[in-house]
């Protein structure tokens, strides 16, 4: 809705006012009329400066069309003869102006008349609701053919029901009034009044409070605070019903009317029914069925059935016993039939009743002013009025004007798009693509229905995913946040108060993927993967291949070597024994003793040679893997037991194993046979007095070194190719990969072995 102004024009989409004036972008201030063309453009006539357009994206430009057609209508109330001239002169009724009044008046789709009132502002007129103007706490009221009573705290407010005219009686808490035998029975918090006429009040009587008064049957029945009921026969004859005689309490509130009954109700305690006639009494409280001891209205269907209004719900009533009950959130004030409907007022909502789908909430009506804030003491309903009365005056809502509200569709319009903070220009028909980087979006939207505004709703779906419709808690806009890639139509649609549905918008939307959610992306990431994982499978299993067959070819030379070793003992301790048996015999065959004594000793040690040769193989062909550790032990062994016998010697021995690693048998036997023969050369040839053996390991290597401080070692080839020993050595050095030197040292010799550890030392 466009409203232009002496201050320049407003846009109000239901929720928000936009405004347009000189300091940002209108020409002028004083906008004197409006329109709208074929495009949607708002067209501005602004004094003096000529007319200007609003585009649909909010741009302000010049407009050159030849012509305009504004057409609104001008009306000069004067003598407010206007079918709306009450609400006319409300709003003027603080004006001292008794000339000619403009008002600027417009009928939108939804039949609403808006009213725009020079120095005034714009108004709206609710067509069902008519506001009495009581500035009082109205609690009860009463209506006949011509006047309407409204009882309040200050007196009595009297309403002419065919003009304007209006009396006030002043009467403190006023609470009932009742015409019977052309008297006036008037009754308040305090004082009980007889009159003839309602010109004045004649002096009261003291009394205990009045709640309520009716007449029926002859009989004028009168609800008190504290007293119970009191029932006024035509013979002045008066009946007093209360606790003692059975009634349900003797603080009563309202009198209600069947034609069969007198009814009394209670804020608590349940509610009477009483047979005029006979003034038996049947009492209903929640243990009868009643939702609540409060109870505010007695609507009765037929002789049978009653429906009983109360502050949690309704409870209906057939041949005394409870028929079905219909719960409310809310206290329901009033229950009545209307058009063939039964109807039920709450504190918020009119609301349609029926034993199937209960309370069917009838959108879009206003009990009270819109914005008011007003608390409802009482409901009542009169052929087609409802009476509102409540702490701010009396309201009355027209049913008939109410069932024939308009049910035209609403209108949906889409006022802007935007991406992140930036708008978004959308041709319609056309999909609207998102980027990647930015799969947000946000729409606001207006519902062009102003029968309640508040009761409005937005909805959306994206059509691809969504089934079902959500619904928005804000009714203006909508926030899409980290859309899903691909292409959606999203259909966004509002309802208006009366539970009417606009057309759906629908805008194809396209959120573009990132390049590596492409399928061929995904296809050449999968091909590289595959290769990659291929080529590590044929890594692994290569690697996996060498290793078996790097443990094949350690078997078969642990299977040589076990057969040398098993030649050395067949061929080598096997004659060493055959040569001690025949020294033996030799020796029974000689008388001289002592080539005896020394032919013995020179067995005897032989014998212990032949003896330790065997043991350290016997040691190596035991075991498929020999720690440092043991290795080692064995090394000491012998170095303590050599620094037992020897003298002039000292070997010493000096270790630092970082790690305890395995080695292959055949490993370790040919590093102790490297160790041994690097130790015998150096006793026997090179005259040292100290001999230092050095066993070191780490992660990678183990090395040993035996180095003596002799006469040292003539390295030249030829002596070389002669020492047996050391091409023993080499070979075995060679057998196990190890690097072998010799190095000649100005004092003595030292041989160095490095073996290579690896990972696994086990192979």
């Known amino acids: 809705m466009w409203i232009a102004s002496d201050k320049g024009l407003s846009r109000f989409d239901g929720k928000d006012f936009l405004h347009f004036d000189a300091d940002n972008g209108l020409p002028g201030n004083m906008v004197q009329a409006i329109s709208e063309d074929s495009s949607q453009n708002i067209i501005l006539q602004v004094y003096e400066k000529g007319l200007y357009q609003i585009t649909p994206n909010l741009k302000i430009l010049p407009y050159t069309a030849q012509k305009v057609l504004f057409s609104h209508q001008k009306i000069y109330f004067k003598y407010f003869s206007s079918p709306n001239a009450s609400l006319i002169q409300n709003i003027l009724s603080d004006t001292e102006n008794e000339g000619i009044v403009e008002v600027l008046e417009l009928q939108d789709y939804e039949k609403n ?60 808490d006023s609470r009932a009034m009742q015409f019977w035998n052309d008297k006036i029975f008037i009754g308040s918090l305090y004082n009980w009044y007889v009159q003839k006429d309602l010109r004045t009040l004649s002096k009261g009587t003291h009394c205990t409070g009045i709640a309520d008064i009716v007449s029926k049957n002859g009989k004028m029945w009168i609800a008190t605070f504290g007293k119970g009921l009191v029932v006024m026969r035509n013979d002045s004859q008066i009946d007093t019903l209360n606790f003692q005689k059975g009634l349900i309490s003797d603080n009563l509130e309202k009198i209600h ?74 206290r329901i004030l009033s229950i009545f039939r209307y058009r063939s409907l039964i109807w039920a007022v709450s504190d918020k909502y009119l609301y349609q009743v ?136 999203l259909q966004v649609q509002m309802k208006n108060a009366l539970g009417i549905h606009s057309d759906i918008l629908s805008i194809p939307l396209i959120v573009e993927k990132p390049f590596w959610r492409e399928w061929w992306f995904v296809v050449g990431f999968v091909s590289i993967i595959f290769t990659l994982f291929a080529f590590l499978i044929r890594f692994i299993s290569q690697k996996r291949l060498k290793k078996r067959l790097k443990e094949l070819e350690l078997t078969q030379k642990l299977q040589k070597e076990k057969e040398h070793i098993a030649r050395e003992l067949h061929d080598n301790i096997g004659s060493q024994l055959t040569y001690i048996i025949t020294s033996l015999e030799q020796i029974d065959k000689t008388t001289d003793l002592t080539k005896q004594n020394k032919r013995i000793q020179e067995l005897s040690q032989f014998t212990k040679g032949t003896i330790n040769e065997l043991r350290e193989t016997i040691w190596a062909i035991n075991q498929q893997a ?83 401080n002799g006469v040292g070692i003539n390295l030249s080839k030829k002596n070389l190719e002669h020492h047996y020993g050391l091409k023993n050595m080499q070979k075995r050095a060679s057998e196990i990969n190890s690097k072998f030197t010799i190095e000649a040292l100005p004092q003595g010799t030292s041989v160095f072995l490095q073996c290579f550890l690896g990972e696994n030392t086990h192979d």
């Open 626 to 708: 020999i720690s440092l550790e043991n290795l080692l032990s064995r090394i000491q062994e012998i170095i303590w037991r050599l620094n037992e016998n020897l003298q002039g010697v000292k070997i010493i021995l000096q270790d630092d194993l970082q790690n305890d690693f395995l080695l292959h048998s055949l490993k370790a036997l040919n590093i102790f046979r490297i160790f041994q023969e690097s130790l015998n050369n150096a006793l026997k040839h090179s005259q040292a007095t100290e001999i230092k053996v050095f066993l070191q390991s780490n992660q990678e290597n183990l090395t040993l070194i035996v180095q003596d």
């Open 113 to 172: 008349l808006w009213l725009g009132v020079f120095g005034k502002g714009l108004f709206r007129y609710i067509s069902y609701l008519e506001n009495y103007d009581i500035d009082d706490e109205i609690v009860n009221c009463y209506t006949n053919d011509w006047q309407t009573f409204f009882l309040g705290k200050k007196g009595i407010h009297i309403f002419n029901n065919y003009t304007n005219e209006r009396k006030f009686l002043a009467l403190s």
């Open 257 to 330: 009317l069947s034609p069969s009954y007198v009814w009394v109700s209670t804020y608590g305690d349940g509610i009477s029914r009483i047979n005029p006639e006979t003034l038996e009494i049947k009492n209903f409280t929640q243990k009868e069925g009643l939702l609540s001891g409060t109870v505010y209205d007695i609507f009765k269907e037929n002789p049978n059935i009653f429906w009983i209004a109360t502050e949690k719900g309704i409870s209906v009533f057939e041949n005394d016993k409870l028929l079905f009950q219909v719960k409310s959130q809310e």
């Open 354 to 489: 029926d034993a199937q789908n209960g309370l069917s909430k009838r959108l879009g009506i206003y009990l009270v002013p819109p914005d008011w804030n007003v608390a409802i003491n009482r409901v009542v309903s009169q052929g087609n009025y409802i009476f509102v009365l409540s702490n701010k005056g009396a309201f009355r809502l027209n049913m008939d004007k109410i069932l024939a509200l308009p049910h035209s569709k609403p209108r949906l319009e889409l006022l802007s798009m935007h991406n992140l903070q930036e708008s978004v220009a959308w041709q319609k028909d056309k999909p609207l693509a998102l980027s990647w980087k930015n799969k947000d979006l946000t729409l606001r939207c207006a519902l062009l229905s102003y029968l309640n505004e508040d009761e409005n709703s937005l909805f959306y779906r994206l059509k691809e995913k969504d089934s079902s419709w959500i619904n928005l808690p804000s009714k203006h806009q909508l926030n899409l946040r980290n859309l899903d890639y691909g292409y959606f139509t």
